[in-house]
């Protein structure tokens, strides 16, 4: 383990400090904001086809009914920048208009917002709102259209989107073992457990939104896109979010509904999405079809690896997800290419959704290294072992840290690995699967700012987002170590475009960035300190900022002390700001997290019903912010990836571009009855390349790997390899053993 500074705070397991606020119901919710005018309510009127015109449509049934105060449409709805235009900022900044004019872009996409003066009101109304559309022809599945798919301007995140090193033909050619295959995988929805909600309220020219949003900077930068209005003009208030995987990174359709709902009532219009509008009003992880080709030689090493994607994109929505971007820092090979391409496609938005690219990507890449591994005869930890990179292979570069190799050799040992196990209990027959797991860790920009009051009490705000991952509480632990305080001397406020702007939550960047901006501004807030002091008392002079330390309403420093009060202009508090942005570091290295990921299955011998047993994951994060809340992030994922192996899929009538399980009954995602005892470990370290406290992005690890080890797994206890995820008994059945 590498020395770091970090003796105190930092790393503890400490408990939420919000949690007390969220188990008693006294955290607002976006829902559950009332200001202090009375708020009126809407209700979306969806399209029931995916491409068209809208030829007429008759509010008056809907105007008619008691307390309905305005029913918005194409017609009516106030001047906005076209869809899609201003997205040089990213497509979380463009113009995100909604019924700007009679065109239908997706199904369930808003003809109409009835606004009410209480929901039963505005629902009731809703179901009078009568449409007629003509209806279009429509592009749903990217495998029909394939004729028309292009290269993306750009993957999320990365411009390279095809990438080719090496001969991949001639390599795979004469390569000693061959693998190839065709998978598919799903659309899926982030199925946030808070739905999209927003309250909006115009005063003037000036937009307040209280909303559930990942990010808060670049969704102000879209409601002034949209409207054609100084940013500086929207104000977002998002302290509580409860849950958004992706699904609340940008604006979604309920925001600017509820800035039409206002700008025509003059009142605050509160929208929160039912759980079937967030099927088509809130984005969705696009589908894939994603083909593999990798070769070894007689010696089990990669020699060639070939990894093309098929997806769907939303028009004028540029996301297109980097489904094989993880196999490109995977494993040392001769030759390597990989390639996207979307068809734009008459659905709603597809954008990120928990660990965008790897999520799916390693699904597919990990599932064919197993096979790969099989057909060279090599143990598959073994093989992942013997084919670990020196360096990036794709870039070149050195990596930061990698700790792969002992999350592979930690993991099997923790598991108890005795090579792909596959035996039969009864009607049970049990396998066991593993795969690494790999994601980038990224470093954004932003600020922070750190106040103390005369009292010694420290307030630290940014506009940062808590989706439920911790980020109150490892601020909190960063700001009260750097500052040499116990947490309750400490209140972080989050989630207002009023404090320092920052990166927001999102691909896993978030604890990283904002806790660097803390730790920056407390470091700047302790210098400013100091110089205050030597001021003060010539005594002061020549010391070290480190050790000062905040002693109630003194600050010390040895043996030496002086009152907050005495240090101010008399106006109150001193408050300093601080600053995070990528080093140098993510140029020249290659910043990734890492884990190796085992797991148990049982599947019935007669029916194919398949059972997890148990998961291992080792990960490597670099150093721990805080060991509980880090640890039921890695929980979260290892339980989504028992859902992308097993669950999760949302189905489409290609007929009509519907979403068809638009609801947690028929969407299903893992519970607790699918979810055996999860061991989770993570290696000690410290990454001095990421950023100044050592740790990498680990909110979205714990998902890569865990579906592909399930499914390797699977394939151990049957012998059948299923294509395409999740995998349900029925892709078995035909592969279990006879009976008799
Ligand atoms: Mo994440 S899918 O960037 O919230």
Redesign the pocket.
Same mark, same amino acid.
């Given at each position: 383990m590498s020395e770091h500074e970090f003796k105190g705070l930092i790393g503890q397991p400490l408990d939420r400090v919000e949690g007390p606020l969220k188990v008693s119901g006294r955290a607002t919710y976006a829902a559950d904001w009332r200001g202090d005018k009375p708020h009126l309510i809407g209700f979306i009127v969806e399209s029931p086809v995916a491409k068209g015109r809208i030829v007429s449509i008759d509010t008056k049934a809907a105007e008619a009914c008691a307390g309905v105060e305005a029913v918005v449409t194409h017609e009516n709805t106030p001047k906005q920048i076209p869809f899609g235009e201003r997205a040089k900022g990213g497509r979380f900044a463009q113009s995100h208009a909604m019924m700007r004019t009679d065109a239908i872009r997706h199904l369930g996409y808003p003809v109409a917002l009835v606004v009410a003066q209480t929901f039963e009101q505005a629902r009731h109304a809703a179901s009078l709102v009568r449409c007629e559309i003509a209806a279009e022809d429509g592009v749903f599945n990217p495998e029909k259209h394939e004729d028309q798919a292009v290269k993306p301007d750009e993957l999320d995140g990365t411009p390279e989107v095809d990438t080719e090193a090496g001969d991949f033909e001639a390599e795979y050619g004469k390569a000693a073992h061959q693998v190839e295959g065709e998978f598919h995988t799903p659309s899926q929805h /982030?199925a946030a457990m808070e739905p999209h909600a927003t309250v909006a309220q115009w005063d003037g020219d000036k937009l307040t939104v209280h909303m559930s949003i990942?990010i808060l900077g670049d969704g102000r930068k879209a409601f002034a896109n949209t409207f054609d209005i100084d940013p500086e003009d929207v104000r977002i208030v998002s302290p509580y979010i409860g849950g *958004?995987? %992706? +699904?609340?990174?940008g604006v979604h359709n309920e925001a600017i509904l509820a800035a039409h709902g206002a700008k025509l009532t003059g009142k605050p219009v509160r929208i929160a999405q039912h759980r079937r509008n967030v099927f088509s009003n809130g984005p969705h992880r696009p589908r894939h079809r994603q083909r593999l080709k990798l070769g070894a030689d007689a010696n089990g090493k990669i020699v060639a690896i070939d990894h093309a994607t098929l997806s769907i994109m939303a028009r004028d929505y540029p996301f297109a997800e980097a489904a094989a971007s993880p196999t490109r820092a995977s494993y040392a090979t001769k030759a390597m290419r990989t390639s996207h391409r979307v068809v734009e496609g008459d659905i709603p938005k597809a954008d $990120?959704?928990? /660990?965008?690219g790897e999520a799916v990507g390693t699904l597919t890449f990990e599932s064919m290294i197993d096979e790969l591994a099989h057909s060279c005869g090599v143990d598959p930890v073994e093989f992942r072992v013997r084919n670990e990179p020196e360096k990036d292979p794709h870039s070149g570069k050195p990596f930061s840290t990698r700790k792969m190799r002992r999350c592979l050799q930690e993991g099997a040992e923790k598991f108890g690995w005795k090579g792909p196990v596959s035996r039969r209990e009864g009607d049970w027959l049990i396998g066991h699967g593993m795969a690494a797991a790999i994601r980038p860790n990224l470093m954004q920009e932003a600020e922070a700012e750190i106040e103390l009051s005369t009292d010694g009490h420290l307030t630290v705000r940014l506009d940062m987002t808590d989706?439920g991952t911790g980020t109150y509480t490892i601020l909190t632990q960063i700001a009260a170590e750097a500052m040499g305080v116990a947490p309750e001397h400490v209140t972080v406020k989050l989630g207002d475009t009023d404090f320092p702007e920052t990166c927001g $939550? *999102? *691909? +896993?960047f978030g604890a990283g960035s904002t806790g660097t901006a803390v730790f920056e501004a407390a470091k700047a807030l302790k210098d400013d300190l100091l110089k205050r002091a030597a001021k003060a008392d010539s005594e002061w002079k020549g010391t070290n900022s480190k050790e000062l330390r905040i002693d109630g309403a003194n600050i010390a420093l040895g043996n030496r002390s002086l009152p907050i009060a005495q240090l101010g202009d008399g106006s109150g508090g001193i408050s300093a700001k601080g600053a995070a942005k990528p080093g140098k570091e993510y140029k020249t290295m290659a910043q990734y997290s890492y884990g190796a990921q085992f797991a148990e299955v049982a599947v019935d011998a007669v029916t194919g019903e398949i059972r997890l047993r148990r998961l291992t994951g080792v990960f490597d994060a670099g150093l721990i912010l805080n060991e509980k809340t880090a640890r039921s992030q890695l929980m979260g994922g290892m339980i989504f990836g028992i859902g992308a192996a097993l669950m999760e899929e949302s189905l489409m009538d290609e007929r009509y571009g519907a979403f068809m399980n638009r609801d947690l009954a028929e969407y299903h995602v893992a519970v607790n009855r699918d979810v055996p005892r999860l061991d989770v470990h993570m290696i000690e370290g410290f990454d001095e390349n990421s950023n100044p406290l050592g740790s990498k992005g680990i %909110?979205?690890l714990g998902i890569c790997g865990a579906g592909p080890a399930i499914a390797n797994a699977v394939f151990a206890a049957t012998g059948h390899r299923v294509r395409k995820f999740p995998i349900h008994m029925e892709d078995l059945l035909e592969h279990l053993p006879a009976i008799g």
């Amino acid at each position: 383990m590498s020395e770091h500074e970090f003796k105190g705070l930092i790393g503890q397991p400490l408990d939420r400090v919000e949690g007390p606020l969220k188990v008693s119901g006294r955290a607002t919710y976006a829902a559950d904001w009332r200001g202090d005018k009375p708020h009126l309510i809407g209700f979306i009127v969806e399209s029931p086809v995916a491409k068209g015109r809208i030829v007429s449509i008759d509010t008056k049934a809907a105007e008619a009914c008691a307390g309905v105060e305005a029913v918005v449409t194409h017609e009516n709805t106030p001047k906005q920048i076209p869809f899609g235009e201003r997205a040089k900022g990213g497509r979380f900044a463009q113009s995100h208009a909604m019924m700007r004019t009679d065109a239908i872009r997706h199904l369930g996409y808003p003809v109409a917002l009835v606004v009410a003066q209480t929901f039963e009101q505005a629902r009731h109304a809703a179901s009078l709102v009568r449409c007629e559309i003509a209806a279009e022809d429509g592009v749903f599945n990217p495998e029909k259209h394939e004729d028309q798919a292009v290269k993306p301007d750009e993957l999320d995140g990365t411009p390279e989107v095809d990438t080719e090193a090496g001969d991949f033909e001639a390599e795979y050619g004469k390569a000693a073992h061959q693998v190839e295959g065709e998978f598919h995988t799903p659309s899926q929805h /982030a199925a946030a457990m808070e739905p999209h909600a927003t309250v909006a309220q115009w005063d003037g020219d000036k937009l307040t939104v209280h909303m559930s949003i990942q990010i808060l900077g670049d969704g102000r930068k879209a409601f002034a896109n949209t409207f054609d209005i100084d940013p500086e003009d929207v104000r977002i208030v998002s302290p509580y979010i409860g849950g *958004g995987f %992706g +699904s609340k990174l940008g604006v979604h359709n309920e925001a600017i509904l509820a800035a039409h709902g206002a700008k025509l009532t003059g009142k605050p219009v509160r929208i929160a999405q039912h759980r079937r509008n967030v099927f088509s009003n809130g984005p969705h992880r696009p589908r894939h079809r994603q083909r593999l080709k990798l070769g070894a030689d007689a010696n089990g090493k990669i020699v060639a690896i070939d990894h093309a994607t098929l997806s769907i994109m939303a028009r004028d929505y540029p996301f297109a997800e980097a489904a094989a971007s993880p196999t490109r820092a995977s494993y040392a090979t001769k030759a390597m290419r990989t390639s996207h391409r979307v068809v734009e496609g008459d659905i709603p938005k597809a954008d $990120s959704m928990r /660990a965008p690219g790897e999520a799916v990507g390693t699904l597919t890449f990990e599932s064919m290294i197993d096979e790969l591994a099989h057909s060279c005869g090599v143990d598959p930890v073994e093989f992942r072992v013997r084919n670990e990179p020196e360096k990036d292979p794709h870039s070149g570069k050195p990596f930061s840290t990698r700790k792969m190799r002992r999350c592979l050799q930690e993991g099997a040992e923790k598991f108890g690995w005795k090579g792909p196990v596959s035996r039969r209990e009864g009607d049970w027959l049990i396998g066991h699967g593993m795969a690494a797991a790999i994601r980038p860790n990224l470093m954004q920009e932003a600020e922070a700012e750190i106040e103390l009051s005369t009292d010694g009490h420290l307030t630290v705000r940014l506009d940062m987002t808590d989706i439920g991952t911790g980020t109150y509480t490892i601020l909190t632990q960063i700001a009260a170590e750097a500052m040499g305080v116990a947490p309750e001397h400490v209140t972080v406020k989050l989630g207002d475009t009023d404090f320092p702007e920052t990166c927001g $939550s *999102g *691909g +896993s960047f978030g604890a990283g960035s904002t806790g660097t901006a803390v730790f920056e501004a407390a470091k700047a807030l302790k210098d400013d300190l100091l110089k205050r002091a030597a001021k003060a008392d010539s005594e002061w002079k020549g010391t070290n900022s480190k050790e000062l330390r905040i002693d109630g309403a003194n600050i010390a420093l040895g043996n030496r002390s002086l009152p907050i009060a005495q240090l101010g202009d008399g106006s109150g508090g001193i408050s300093a700001k601080g600053a995070a942005k990528p080093g140098k570091e993510y140029k020249t290295m290659a910043q990734y997290s890492y884990g190796a990921q085992f797991a148990e299955v049982a599947v019935d011998a007669v029916t194919g019903e398949i059972r997890l047993r148990r998961l291992t994951g080792v990960f490597d994060a670099g150093l721990i912010l805080n060991e509980k809340t880090a640890r039921s992030q890695l929980m979260g994922g290892m339980i989504f990836g028992i859902g992308a192996a097993l669950m999760e899929e949302s189905l489409m009538d290609e007929r009509y571009g519907a979403f068809m399980n638009r609801d947690l009954a028929e969407y299903h995602v893992a519970v607790n009855r699918d979810v055996p005892r999860l061991d989770v470990h993570m290696i000690e370290g410290f990454d001095e390349n990421s950023n100044p406290l050592g740790s990498k992005g680990i %909110g979205e690890l714990g998902i890569c790997g865990a579906g592909p080890a399930i499914a390797n797994a699977v394939f151990a206890a049957t012998g059948h390899r299923v294509r395409k995820f999740p995998i349900h008994m029925e892709d078995l059945l035909e592969h279990l053993p006879a009976i008799g």
